[in-house]
């Protein structure tokens, strides 16, 4: 789960880490009152959940409130990835002599905190690890280590920090240290960790992605506004519903809802609906035993999403039984109707069950079934997956 820079930056503070003078704003007018708290030149950033903001536009420096106006104006009114940019971090700008990186991460396959430092600051660290490996330096701690002033120093020497400096990079390497143990944090780094020209080492930038399963440990975080979130962007709109519903849901970039029968068979069909050409729009469990009302409202969310074109249903019954499947299906076709082609197979635990609920329901309410096809074990799932991409080119 990342967080914003400014959220970042604020946590970074409480561990002693010194930043630029900053303010963060949602709106011109506070952007305004900003510079008159700050002196020029500023640096005024975007403050989304993804990378490449500069080369998306995202960072200015501006040296008068006339061209404030215009950054800030240009900036509310820009997209970087897809995400609107909605706030903004204002700083003061910093004299740079150096640009440095310092990262804190956890090394999955030894299980250990990794401590990465860089003399080649300021750019991706995955770019530096492919193009020039050298200029990377790493203590690995054991998960219950701590790291020590002597192992910052000495990193510090590696990475060609001056020795004068030596002794405030060590307090930042543990104050960025400290942070990472104590918010449960997956990754911290600091890129760039600024060298001034008046030789102060200022932490530039900030990006932080936190355990969300830890979160419960952590009330401080949501009185901040801080609560569970993706990695990349703020949820949508649907994504919210669904939580509030209890019902895993991630939003993609396809339009073949996927109305899935369990998360294991939810990233099977994934694949098939790749595999033969189309794209998911979503991913979804309906979680062990779901109820029908829980069922209906998997629906919802897929009938109400204007991306999607078609709906793929496929339920393995065990012990989600595929009667109840059929019924929460039944009830929302009676209480929200359908919208969009749907296509469904059913097999597993009570499938006979279940496709007589839908023939009988269908006997009642034939108008009710026009968008809907269903089918048993007879059907190869791989043929429903076809369909489910076939019905969404033609809707198209």
Not at 82 to 96: C, D, H, Q, R, Y
Not at 178 to 204: C, H, M, Q, W
Not at 324 to 350: C, I, Q, W, Y
Not at 360 to 389: C, D, M
Request: glycine share 10%; charged share 30%.
């Amino acid at each position: 789960m990342r967080l914003y820079e400014f959220e970042a930056k604020k946590l970074f503070g409480e561990f002693g880490i010194p930043l630029p003078e900053s303010r963060h704003v949602t709106g011109k007018d506070d952007a305004l009152r900003a510079s008159e708290e700050l002196s020029f030149p500023l640096v005024v950033k975007s403050q989304v959940l993804t990378g490449g903001r500069g080369k998306a536009g995202g960072i200015k420096t501006v040296s008068n409130r006339d061209e404030l106006e215009k950054s800030v104006e240009e900036l509310f009114n820009l997209k970087i990835k897809g995400f609107p940019v909605t706030s903004l971090l204002i700083e003061k700008a910093l004299n740079i002599d150096r640009e440095i990186y310092l990262g804190i991460t956890i090394n999955r396959a030894e299980y250990k905190r990794s401590v990465i430092g860089s003399e080649a600051g300021g750019v991706e660290i995955e770019t530096v690890a492919d193009e020039s490996p050298e200029k990377i330096q790493r203590i690995d701690l054991e998960i219950d280590d701590n790291l020590y002033s002597f192992q910052a120093i000495r990193l510090a020497g590696k990475i060609g920090i001056p020795s004068e400096e030596m002794r405030d990079f060590s307090e930042i390497a543990l104050g960025l240290f400290n942070f990472f143990v104590s918010y449960d944090a997956k990754l911290a780094e600091i890129n760039p960790l600024v060298l001034t020209r008046d030789g102060d080492l200022i932490a530039a930038d900030a990006r932080v992605s936190l355990d969300d399963d830890s979160l419960f440990r952590h009330p401080d975080l949501k009185e901040m506004g801080i609560e569970r979130r993706h990695e990349e962007g703020e949820l949508t709109p649907r994504e919210v519903q669904a939580r509030e519903w209890g019902i895993p849901y991630l939003d993609l970039d396809g339009d073949i809802g996927m109305f899935p029968g369990g998360a294991g068979f939810g990233i099977m069909g994934n694949d098939f609906i790749r595999y033969f050409g189309g794209r998911p729009a979503n991913f979804m469990d309906s979680g062990g035993g779901p109820s029908p009302e829980r069922i209906a409202r998997m629906l919802i969310l897929l009938d109400e999403n204007p991306q999607v074109k078609a709906i793929f249903g496929a339920r393995f019954g065990g012990i989600s039984r595929c009667d109840d499947f059929a019924m929460g299906v039944v009830k929302f076709l009676k209480e929200h109707g359908l919208s969009k082609p749907m296509v469904v197979r059913m097999t597993g635990n009570m499938w006979q069950e279940g496709v007589k609920i839908f023939e009988e329901a269908r006997r009642e309410s034939p108008e009710l079934f026009g968008n809907i096809e269903f089918h048993g074990i007879e059907v190869p799932i791989e043929e429903i997956a076809k369909r489910a991409v076939e019905l969404a080119g033609e809707t198209k």
